[in-house]
């Protein structure tokens, strides 16, 4: 059997459970992995993470398409933000493009030491688990949150991820955690995006602009794509 | 108004949005609150919580009666156990004990900064509600968790806490945290005790021998009574 397992934030993603043989999914929906899908979906070839905003500056100083921003805001240098919209232009296509955000990157970092690191998405999610049960592995599902917080869209999308993994017998929940996703995405399924908007009225979502991006961001499959982490660098793998 | 927020393990105590004028409600179900609960209820004049099992030994040392656990299984120095159970003898009444868990009492060193502190359960939340909502305050709920990881009983008694709080007009929910808690407590609250249970497959609960103080530790209103920290010392301030 191979766990799954889900971290609500990177800042507990010291004390997972599962500690080989295992593929991390980092998921931050709202907005670095929505947006890593559409870009792939929309023909970009490759996207370097990013942690710091040097680093992107220095790509930016090496002729690449910098996508940065910090709280929503995109960076003076960057050519875009890090809106899906910004990624599904003719001028990304078979680009490769330095990618730079406030909790996504940060979150793909930390998770270096895993077998592999996937971008999941409401976008990509029905490719993505038929991806990861072909892989027969560990899955741990790394919320990227809000400056190291808990936060409601990437956890309901780990329920919801953890949902289709069950329909493979291959898979066993093991942690509270896991448990805990799986249950607020039975809360959340009917109306993913109202659900969502409850927590519309906290400042952090209030401050992301959001506007059409927060719906499509909830769309399942608009993107079927696979994007992994090799040798530092995203492909798409389907 | 007054802010309500909830930090699902103590490793997340330092990202808290609430900065001042707040009262922080350490809830550890099993046991240690469950178990601070029921020894005010049953009589103890105070107790003493510590964190590491060299200060428990010297506290035994002293004179003083010591329950101290980790993992589970009674230290061998200590008198007892964390059980609830152990804390209704004629043993207890009117002793001062020093008590040492696994993660309680090292949730409550942490939260050693805030302007109060108070112990959370099932068994004193009407009281506890009624007590917070005259303080006036802001409330973080700190669930001590599992080894820094998320567990569901904490989580589901922070929802329902929330759940009472929110009767209240003074009190809005601060962060994602908090309306994920309600949105647990309402998939839990038909039956805890079997909403719990499904995570007691997982290693944790079975290392745990909670027999039958598991039951005891979902029973609403059995111990009128608010243990609150004060000089180092937690007593009832009911």
Chains 1, 2 share one sequence.
Not at 190 to 198: C, G, M
Not at 223 to 233: E, M, R, S
Request: overall charge negative; some cysteine.
């Amino acid at each position: 059997m191979n766990t799954i397992e889900v971290c609500f934030t990177p800042k507990l993603y010291s004390e997972i459970v599962t500690k080989e043989n295992f593929i991390v999914v980092m998921a931050d929906i709202l907005r670095a992995s929505t947006s890593i899908c559409a870009a792939f979906e929309n023909g970009v070839e490759a996207i370097i993470p990013v942690a710091s905003l040097e680093e992107a500056k220095a790509y930016k100083d090496k002729g690449f398409l910098v996508a940065s921003e910090r709280e929503g805001i995109v960076t003076g240098f960057a050519d875009f933000g890090n809106s899906a919209f910004n990624f599904m232009t003719e001028a990304v296509k078979g680009k490769t493009i330095a990618y730079s955000t406030t909790n996504g990157t940060q979150a793909i970092e930390m998770a270096r030491n895993a077998e592999g690191l996937v971008i999941g998405a409401f976008s990509n999610i029905s490719i993505l688990s038929q991806w990861l049960i072909k892989q027969n592995c560990n899955v741990v599902i790394l919320c990227a949150g809000w400056k190291n917080k808990f936060n409601l869209e990437d956890s309901i999308f780990a329920g919801a991820l953890i949902e289709k993994l069950k329909y493979s017998p291959t898979f066993t929940i093991a942690c509270d955690a896991a448990e805990a996703a799986l249950d607020l995405w039975q809360i959340a399924k009917p109306n993913p995006l109202a659900y969502i908007q409850k927590a519309a009225h906290h400042e952090r979502l209030r401050k992301l602009n959001l506007d059409d991006v927060l719906e499509y961001s909830f769309q399942f499959d608009t993107a079927n794509v696979v994007p992994v982490l090799t040798d530092g660098v995203l492909v798409n793998s389907y």
